[in-house]
């Protein structure tokens, strides 16, 4: 019997830890920007073709090249969403939707 209330008691002591790491945990946080497949996904692929043909980002690998495409695409979206927190070699890229919604909002200034 006691060893079982020692059991439960080691159970109770381990989520009440896990209960405050997870309470501790702060979430990313960046600029949101509507995202719309069909519509940003077109505008993002022909700025980033644009950019692929320029010359300056020729010789560049990984995460450099990634970062001189987007900054070619919009200082203005790459500023807003990676400024303060650039991205880094093997991070999952979850602005990348917020890039193309800016990238897309910034586009249709553009035009009026």
């Known amino acids: 019997m006691a060893a079982n209330n020692r059991q439960v008691l080691a159970m109770i002591i381990v989520l ?19 995202y719309r497949k069909k519509r940003d996904d077109k505008r ?8 692929e043909m320029e010359a300056h980002c020729h010789g560049l690998w990984g995460i450099a090249y990634t970062t001189c495409l987007r900054k070619c695409m919009s200082e203005f979206c790459y500023s807003e969403l990676y400024g303060e927190d650039e991205l880094e070699e093997g991070e999952i890229d979850v602005r990348l939707n917020s890039f193309k919604g800016c990238l897309s909002q910034v586009k249709m200034e553009e035009y009026f």
């Open 44 to 51: 993002y692929k022909m700025a980033h073709q644009r950019c």
């Open 16 to 34: 009440a830890v896990l209960t405050e790491l997870c309470d501790s945990i702060t979430r990313y946080q960046f600029k949101q920007y509507t």
